[in-house]
Protein backbone atom coordinates (compact mmCIF):
# COMPACT_ATOMS: atom_id res chain seq x y z
CA UNK A 1 0.00 0.00 0.00
CA UNK A 2 1.24 3.66 -0.22
CA UNK A 3 3.34 5.04 2.47
CA UNK A 4 4.03 8.69 1.64
CA UNK A 5 1.64 11.21 0.01
CA UNK A 6 2.58 14.65 -1.27
CA UNK A 7 1.10 17.75 -0.69
CA UNK A 8 0.05 19.62 -3.04
CA UNK A 9 0.54 17.52 -6.06
CA UNK A 10 1.34 20.62 -8.15
CA UNK A 11 2.54 23.77 -7.20
CA UNK A 12 3.78 26.68 -9.35
CA UNK A 13 5.78 29.66 -8.15
CA UNK A 14 8.21 32.41 -9.45
CA UNK A 15 11.72 32.10 -9.09
CA UNK A 16 13.32 33.28 -6.10
CA UNK A 17 10.20 32.27 -4.10
CA UNK A 18 10.65 29.74 -1.55
CA UNK A 19 8.76 26.30 -2.73
CA UNK A 20 7.24 23.96 0.24
CA UNK A 21 6.41 20.63 -0.44
CA UNK A 22 5.01 17.98 2.54
CA UNK A 23 4.62 14.53 2.81
CA UNK A 24 2.54 12.75 5.25
CA UNK A 25 2.88 8.47 6.00
CA UNK A 26 1.38 6.25 7.96
CA UNK A 27 3.83 3.75 10.07
CA UNK A 28 6.72 4.01 11.55
CA UNK A 29 10.02 4.43 9.60
CA UNK A 30 13.29 4.41 9.66
CA UNK A 31 14.41 7.45 7.72
CA UNK A 32 12.60 9.29 4.96
CA UNK A 33 14.25 10.54 1.82
CA UNK A 34 13.60 13.31 -0.58
CA UNK A 35 14.19 12.37 -4.48
CA UNK A 36 13.80 14.61 -7.81
CA UNK A 37 12.80 13.34 -11.12
CA UNK A 38 13.11 15.82 -13.88
CA UNK A 39 10.46 15.02 -16.69
CA UNK A 40 11.70 11.90 -19.02
CA UNK A 41 14.57 10.90 -16.48
CA UNK A 42 15.29 8.67 -13.72
CA UNK A 43 14.79 9.71 -9.72
CA UNK A 44 18.13 11.32 -8.05
CA UNK A 45 18.17 11.42 -4.20
CA UNK A 46 18.06 14.90 -2.71
CA UNK A 47 18.39 14.62 1.18
CA UNK A 48 17.98 11.49 3.98
CA UNK A 49 16.81 12.27 7.61
CA UNK A 50 16.74 9.75 9.96
CA UNK A 51 13.88 8.98 12.35
CA UNK A 52 16.20 10.26 15.41
CA UNK A 53 16.59 13.58 13.48
CA UNK A 54 13.92 16.96 13.29
CA UNK A 55 15.68 19.00 10.35
CA UNK A 56 18.79 18.38 7.93
CA UNK A 57 19.88 21.15 5.05
CA UNK A 58 22.02 20.62 2.48
CA UNK A 59 22.40 23.78 0.30
CA UNK A 60 18.80 25.51 -0.54
CA UNK A 61 17.76 22.24 0.52
CA UNK A 62 16.01 22.16 4.57
CA UNK A 63 13.79 19.14 5.45
CA UNK A 64 11.94 18.90 8.86
CA UNK A 65 10.47 15.28 10.10
CA UNK A 66 8.07 14.85 12.82
CA UNK A 67 8.00 11.43 13.62
CA UNK A 68 4.65 12.54 15.84
CA UNK A 69 2.73 13.81 13.50
CA UNK A 70 4.33 11.26 10.95
CA UNK A 71 5.00 14.13 8.15
CA UNK A 72 7.64 15.52 6.46
CA UNK A 73 8.83 18.81 4.51
CA UNK A 74 10.65 19.75 1.92
CA UNK A 75 11.48 23.48 1.64
CA UNK A 76 13.87 24.91 -1.60
CA UNK A 77 14.55 28.41 -0.97
CA UNK A 78 15.33 31.43 -3.25
CA UNK A 79 14.09 28.70 -6.06
CA UNK A 80 15.37 28.56 -10.03
CA UNK A 81 13.84 27.56 -13.35
CA UNK A 82 16.29 25.00 -13.11
CA UNK A 83 14.20 23.48 -9.96
CA UNK A 84 11.10 23.01 -11.97
CA UNK A 85 10.60 19.11 -11.31
CA UNK A 86 8.52 16.33 -9.83
CA UNK A 87 9.89 15.83 -5.84
CA UNK A 88 9.00 12.34 -3.89
CA UNK A 89 9.11 11.17 -0.56
CA UNK A 90 10.15 7.47 0.39
CA UNK A 91 9.91 5.77 3.19
CA UNK A 92 12.57 3.68 4.39
CA UNK A 93 11.13 0.58 6.45
CA UNK A 94 13.27 -2.23 4.36
CA UNK A 95 12.50 -0.86 1.41
CA UNK A 96 11.26 2.14 0.14
CA UNK A 97 7.82 3.09 -0.87
CA UNK A 98 7.07 6.39 -2.56
CA UNK A 99 4.07 8.74 -2.64
CA UNK A 100 2.83 9.83 -5.93
CA UNK A 101 5.12 13.39 -5.79
CA UNK A 102 4.59 17.54 -6.24
CA UNK A 103 5.19 18.57 -9.62
CA UNK A 104 7.31 21.76 -8.98
CA UNK A 105 7.17 24.05 -11.67
CA UNK A 106 9.09 27.66 -11.26
CA UNK A 107 8.69 30.07 -13.40
CA UNK A 108 11.01 32.72 -14.88
CA UNK B 1 30.80 6.99 -16.89
CA UNK B 2 27.15 6.05 -16.13
CA UNK B 3 26.42 4.93 -13.03
CA UNK B 4 23.10 2.90 -13.60
CA UNK B 5 22.42 2.16 -17.17
CA UNK B 6 19.24 0.39 -18.92
CA UNK B 7 18.74 -0.55 -22.15
CA UNK B 8 16.67 -0.39 -23.88
CA UNK B 9 15.07 3.04 -23.31
CA UNK B 10 12.30 2.93 -25.48
CA UNK B 11 10.07 -0.68 -26.19
CA UNK B 12 7.35 -0.70 -28.02
CA UNK B 13 5.70 -4.04 -28.37
CA UNK B 14 2.35 -5.64 -29.25
CA UNK B 15 0.45 -7.61 -26.20
CA UNK B 16 1.37 -11.26 -25.66
CA UNK B 17 4.93 -10.56 -26.74
CA UNK B 18 8.16 -11.01 -24.14
CA UNK B 19 10.35 -8.63 -23.59
CA UNK B 20 13.21 -8.19 -21.79
CA UNK B 21 15.38 -5.00 -20.10
CA UNK B 22 18.40 -4.68 -19.16
CA UNK B 23 20.12 -3.03 -16.57
CA UNK B 24 24.03 -2.79 -15.42
CA UNK B 25 25.59 -0.48 -12.70
CA UNK B 26 29.26 0.67 -12.43
CA UNK B 27 28.76 1.64 -8.76
CA UNK B 28 29.87 -1.26 -6.95
CA UNK B 29 26.70 -1.95 -5.19
CA UNK B 30 25.78 -5.17 -4.34
CA UNK B 31 21.96 -4.51 -4.40
CA UNK B 32 19.74 -3.96 -7.35
CA UNK B 33 15.91 -3.21 -7.60
CA UNK B 34 13.52 -2.63 -10.18
CA UNK B 35 10.58 -0.49 -9.97
CA UNK B 36 7.51 0.71 -12.08
CA UNK B 37 6.16 4.09 -12.50
CA UNK B 38 2.51 4.31 -14.08
CA UNK B 39 1.12 6.90 -15.66
CA UNK B 40 0.11 8.82 -12.25
CA UNK B 41 3.79 8.84 -11.79
CA UNK B 42 2.98 6.57 -8.88
CA UNK B 43 6.40 4.59 -8.29
CA UNK B 44 6.18 1.43 -6.87
CA UNK B 45 9.04 -1.38 -5.99
CA UNK B 46 8.83 -4.62 -7.88
CA UNK B 47 11.84 -7.07 -6.77
CA UNK B 48 15.37 -6.60 -5.11
CA UNK B 49 18.17 -8.24 -5.64
CA UNK B 50 21.45 -8.52 -3.03
CA UNK B 51 24.31 -10.25 -4.06
CA UNK B 52 22.33 -12.15 -6.98
CA UNK B 53 19.55 -13.44 -4.21
CA UNK B 54 16.23 -12.38 -4.52
CA UNK B 55 15.00 -10.55 -1.25
CA UNK B 56 12.32 -8.82 -2.02
CA UNK B 57 9.52 -9.71 -4.51
CA UNK B 58 6.23 -7.23 -3.99
CA UNK B 59 2.87 -9.19 -5.53
CA UNK B 60 3.94 -9.05 -9.04
CA UNK B 61 2.53 -11.32 -11.85
CA UNK B 62 4.61 -13.87 -11.98
CA UNK B 63 4.82 -12.75 -16.15
CA UNK B 64 7.87 -10.78 -14.65
CA UNK B 65 10.85 -12.51 -13.85
CA UNK B 66 14.04 -10.98 -12.59
CA UNK B 67 17.40 -12.47 -13.49
CA UNK B 68 20.85 -11.49 -11.94
CA UNK B 69 23.50 -12.87 -13.33
CA UNK B 70 26.48 -11.07 -10.93
CA UNK B 71 25.84 -8.06 -8.68
CA UNK B 72 26.55 -5.21 -11.58
CA UNK B 73 23.50 -6.86 -13.67
CA UNK B 74 19.87 -7.11 -12.95
CA UNK B 75 17.83 -8.11 -16.25
CA UNK B 76 13.71 -8.29 -16.07
CA UNK B 77 11.63 -10.42 -18.45
CA UNK B 78 8.14 -10.08 -19.22
CA UNK B 79 5.92 -12.92 -20.74
CA UNK B 80 2.63 -12.29 -22.60
CA UNK B 81 2.70 -8.99 -21.79
CA UNK B 82 -0.51 -7.05 -21.40
CA UNK B 83 -1.88 -3.54 -22.07
CA UNK B 84 -1.62 -3.04 -18.08
CA UNK B 85 2.36 -3.50 -18.56
CA UNK B 86 2.48 -0.58 -20.28
CA UNK B 87 4.78 2.10 -18.14
CA UNK B 88 8.16 3.35 -16.96
CA UNK B 89 10.37 0.60 -15.86
CA UNK B 90 13.01 1.75 -13.40
CA UNK B 91 16.26 0.09 -11.89
CA UNK B 92 18.17 1.24 -9.40
CA UNK B 93 21.29 0.16 -6.53
CA UNK B 94 22.53 0.98 -3.42
CA UNK B 95 25.47 -0.73 -1.31
CA UNK B 96 24.22 -2.92 1.46
CA UNK B 97 23.88 -0.37 4.89
CA UNK B 98 23.59 2.74 2.69
CA UNK B 99 19.48 3.95 2.18
CA UNK B 100 20.57 5.92 -0.82
CA UNK B 101 19.53 4.45 -4.07
CA UNK B 102 20.76 5.36 -7.61
CA UNK B 103 18.32 5.15 -10.40
CA UNK B 104 18.56 4.70 -14.07
CA UNK B 105 17.25 6.67 -16.83
CA UNK B 106 14.25 4.21 -17.01
CA UNK B 107 12.62 2.23 -19.76
CA UNK B 108 9.81 3.58 -21.38
CA UNK B 109 7.75 0.83 -22.23
CA UNK B 110 4.67 0.77 -24.77
CA UNK B 111 2.51 -2.25 -25.29
CA UNK B 112 -0.29 -1.90 -28.21
Known amino acids: SQQGEEDPQALSIQEGENATMNCSYKTSINNLQWYRQNSGRGLVHLILIRSNEREKHSGRLRVTLDTSKKSSSLLITASRAADTASYFC????????FGQGTRLTINP | DTAVSQTPKYLVTQMGNDKSIKCEQNLGHDTMYWYKQDSKKFLKIMFS???????INETVPNRFSPKSPDKAHLNLHINSLELGDSAVYFCASSSSGRETQYFGPGTRLLVL
Open chain 2, 49 to 55: YNNKELI
Open chain 1, 90 to 97: ATDTQKLV
